[in-house]
């Protein structure tokens, strides 16, 4: 059975790296665990930067790089773990889509997604979408999708 509710948006700009990064740590200290998040943009837009600033934000210590293909990376926080799965140029996601099913269904995980359009399918329905676009060198701006249950981890 599918969800009855209108998804949410809010819209904010960044006029650099640290106000990305700023932006990012906010949503990220407000993550209990059990979200997922899809990041949209095109390549250099910032997904894995606001990553980046969404695991600090959650308290990890670990380093944020982009996943290497068909693997995801897991950054620990304290006793949740944020998942990190970039679809980049992947034509078939294979068994990391039972993966990022499978963590997706964990209470104690933060499922974040680059390029998730060939695992979209295994999103759940209820998940927070960023859309970063570039509006020049250092600016961008931001729009996020959300449906009321995660209305927390909007900061306005
Ligand atoms: P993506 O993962 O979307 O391909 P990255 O986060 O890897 O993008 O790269 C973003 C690039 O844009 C980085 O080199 C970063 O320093 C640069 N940049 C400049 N201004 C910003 C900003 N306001 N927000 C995010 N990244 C920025
Ligand atoms: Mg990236």
Do not use: C
């Not at 020049?136 to 306005?156: C, H, K, M, N, W």
């Amino acid at each position: 059975m599918g969800y009855m509710s209108t998804d949410l948006t809010w819209q904010t700009v960044s006029t650099d790296l640290s106000g990305t990064m700023r932006l990012a740590e906010q949503v990220g200290r407000r993550l209990k665990g059990g979200e997922v998040i899809e990041l949209v943009s095109d390549l250099g837009g910032g997904k894995t930067t606001f990553v980046r600033g969404l695991a600090k934000g959650m308290g990890s210590y670990d380093k944020v790089a982009s996943p290497s293909f068909t693997i995801s990376r897991e950054y620990k926080a304290g006793n949740k773990t944020m998942y990190h799965f970039d679809f980049y140029r992947l034509q078939d996601p294979g068994l990391v889509a039972n993966e990022l099913a499978e963590v997706a269904a964990d209470p104690q995980a933060v499922v974040v997604v680059e390029w998730a359009d060939i695992v979209e399918s295994v999103l759940p329905a209820q998940h927070l979408t960023v859309r970063i676009k570039s509006t020049g060198e250092d600016s961008r701006e931001f729009s996020f999708t959300y449906p009321p249950v995660l209305s927390y981890l909007i900061a306005e």
